[in-house]
C-alpha cells in the first residue's frame, strides 16, 4: 500500500518524512497541508477505483505518518456519520404505545424504559363488550 502510494508520488516513505518535516515548519496553510491533500487525493481517487480498500488504504497511509512522529491533520473519512438527535417521546405517546403492547411487551417496555411506570400509567384493559361467562 505505502509502496503504490510513494510510486504514485515519485518519492519514497524517506522523503516523504522528509518533505513532511519541512511543510510543517512553513507558515503557508496551503504548504502545510500539502500531505493531507495528497493523501486525500489519494483515497479519492481509491473510493472510485476500489471503494473496498479505500479507507484502509487512508489508514494505513496516515498510520505511516503518525508512526513516523509526523502526524496528519485529517479526519478519518470513515467516520463522518451524523447521529440524528435523541427523539424522547411524551408521556402521552409512551402511554399509546404502552396500549398496544401484551403484558410481556409491557413488563420489558416498563422495565427498561429508564422510568418508574406501573401498569396503571399505561391503559387498563377495556372490559367493554365483555360480559362473565360469556366466550366471544
Known amino acids: 500500500m505505502l509502496k503504490e502510494y510513494c510510486n504514485d508520488y515519485n518519492t519514497n516513505s524517506d522523503e516523504l518524512i522528509r518533505n513532511?518535516?519541512?511543510?510543517?515548519?512553513?507558515e503557508n496553510m496551503t504548504i502545510r497541508c500539502h500531505a493531507e491533500d495528497m493523501v486525500m487525493a489519494c483515497?479519492?481517487?481509491?473510493?472510485?477505483t476500489k471503494p473496498g480498500t479505500a479507507i484502509n488504504v487512508y489508514r494505513r497511509i496516515c498510520?505511516?505518518?503518525?508512526?513516523?512522529?509526523?502526524r496528519l491533520q485529517?479526519?478519518?473519512?470513515?467516520?463522518t456519520v451524523q447521529r440524528e438527535q435523541d427523539y424522547l417521546a411524551s408521556k402521552d405517546e409512551t402511554r399509546k404505545r404502552c396500549e398496544l403492547l401484551d403484558l410481556e411487551g409491557k413488563t420489558?417496555?416498563?422495565?427498561?424504559?429508564?422510568?418508574?411506570?406501573t401498569f396503571r400509567s399505561c391503559s387498563k384493559?377495556?372490559?367493554?363488550?365483555?360480559?362473565?361467562?360469556?366466550?366471544?
Open 20 to 26: 513532511r518535516l519541512k511543510e510543517l515548519k512553513s
Open 43 to 48: 483515497y479519492k481517487q481509491l473510493v472510485t
Open 63 to 70: 498510520s505511516f505518518y503518525r508512526y513516523n512522529f509526523v
Open 74 to 79: 485529517t479526519n478519518d473519512p470513515g467516520y
Open 108 to 117: 420489558y417496555f416498563t422495565r427498561f424504559s429508564g422510568k418508574l411506570w
Open 125 to 136: 384493559p377495556s372490559m367493554e363488550g365483555h360480559s362473565r361467562g360469556t366466550i366471544h
